[in-house]
């Protein structure tokens, strides 16, 4: 029983992270915080929906068509919204994103409807026997997928050029655009790959939630798991996620009703009064 | 003299026009020789708007069917309906607005209690009924308001009878309940529904609320498998019943589920994909007929209005909703007879005995009784669909 609390925590909390990787990683780069992080997940998750449901391509390719389109998208987002304010106050682009999320969410409504929706993903949510432990081939799935996307955006940021140079970009942007690194080209690059991050959040979550023009909201829990992390740490954001997952599903089991929609909140302030900078935040005194 | 003359004369006018012009006389407001006006409140661009269209196009089919038929009592029925967005203070001003502009002769058909119970003193202080909200919240009936006539079987009754037929149908004298119930007005009637039910056979029932929009449903599955609960009693609407028994395949838990009659869709099936292959013993609280099967005369009327008009949705439950809503209350304005007037129409109302208009479960209304569902169909899911167990209507012997 315990396990299986576990388990499915852990799931969710993969689906927290990579919607906290998805801020982490804009907000290194660009110290922008992407409120819209989830209403991206939502569609991204929709164009699977369209691509499976209506134009019946195969889930694998549907899946690829989603998130090139997705990569778009979130190169076009930095191109319209976020380089015109380059410069401004951090207000201004919080504002920005959160209306972009509203926005996000409006057209999707306007063009999926107010319904819920599923689409088969080819995988079953049958339980599957480990050891002592019955656990959901679906969390596999979902934890399977999260490791693999990890490794892979950990190979790409530390062994690629590309992805090196943008690692640089995020830790001085002054000295990266001395040393030859096209700045704007990494923001737009940071704002595809999230964009692609969010669409993965957002398949995996469908067998677990389905589909609705809100689910974006689910971005609202990982919002605290990045700032657990330590806002601005990749490993720290996957940290965080699973243990505001876990936490989660535990509350829910073995505390009063109400403390499970809650937890995520009492977790990051807590979090805010011991350690602000998070598990996994360096005291950052650069960018004083 | 002149003063008795003048009475004389004023008496004499006054029997003429009485006589002669019956109908200005005796005219309730929004009567006319030709015309009855029927305003009615519902969702069409807010939230809920699907649900309030559905309804709002059944109804004005059926009145388009009458008054293609002549009328009730001659009078052509004109159907006004207002938008509120689903919230209760538009709807304050719209039945303001259909009470002191449109002049209506009573509110038919208003999507949400939340809005009936904001509405209904300014219609109590004019007299105005107010007839068939479109809603199974308990407090719309019990206790009575003179104004105020509910169709619906409530959800109170509906979760009575999930216990009942477990424990008299199914013949389990001891089950292990659990009651899953959204933390609101509605998922509270239910739940209530269910304590009556458990406290009658002695039962002790494992209460579990969720917020109203809640995706996550682990915990609650997780604590349901984990006390042994064998049978699930939840009130939920169309997205959380797919999540919760999804969750309880991941677990591989098989409950017995009684869903209330708001998860009675194809929606919800098609959502729950192959957890119905993994678990099909899923039954439902239906307050309506099965449509795809029963053929009862009224469900033909509606296929036969579908196809002479060239529009509505026959299987959409909540146009078949409104159609039969108003079905209702074209029987009360025929019972209240060709003087209409608001009284006469509750007159009227309160000799409906089991009334039964094919689609919806039977309403009785008395004198001192305005919740007029008193029985439900029993549903399960067969093949993916949810099929009626039963001919007739179920009725409970459990008092509160």
Redesign the interface.
Known sequence: MFLQIVSSGIAIGCIYALIALGFVLIYKASEVVNFAQGDLMMIGAFLVYSAVTHFHVPFIPAFLIAVIIMAVLGKGIDRLLLRPLVGEQAFALIMATIGLGILIRSIGGMIWGYDTFSFQAGITDRPVRMGSVALSSVHIWIIAVTLLLIVGLYYFFNRTKTGVSMEAASQNQLAAYLMGIGVKKVFSNIWAISAMVATVAGVLLTPLQFLNYNMGFVGLKAFPAAVLGGFGSIPGAIVGGIIIGVSESIAGVYLPEGFKEIFAWIILIGVLMIRPEGIFGIQERKRV | MSITRRTVFLIAAAIFVLAFCPGLSLAEVGVTKDEIKIGGILDQSG?IA?MGKAVSDGSKMYFQYINDKGGVHGRKINYIVEDDGYQPPRAVQAVKKLTSRDQVFCIFSVLGSAQCNAMYPILESQGIPLVLPATQNQDMGVPPRKYLFLGDPTYTLQGKIALEYIVEDKGIKSPKVACIFQDDTPGHDWRNGVRIGARHYGLDVLE??F?RG???F???M??C??EGVTHVLAWAL??EP??MM??A????YKPTWIWAAPSLSK?VL??A???LD?NSDIYGTSIWSDAARDKTPSLQLVQDCIDKYGWGNYDEPLFLYGFQSAMTLVEGLNRAGKDLTREGLIKAFETFDNYDNGILAPITWGPNKRAGGDSVKMFEVKDGEWHAMQQGWRFTTIKD
């Open positions: 939230p699907f579990l609320p917020k809640s995706v996550d682990g915990s609650q997780a604590k498998k984990d169309v997205r797919g999540i999804k969750e395949q991941r677990l591989n929606k098609e959502l994909g192959d957890a993994f």
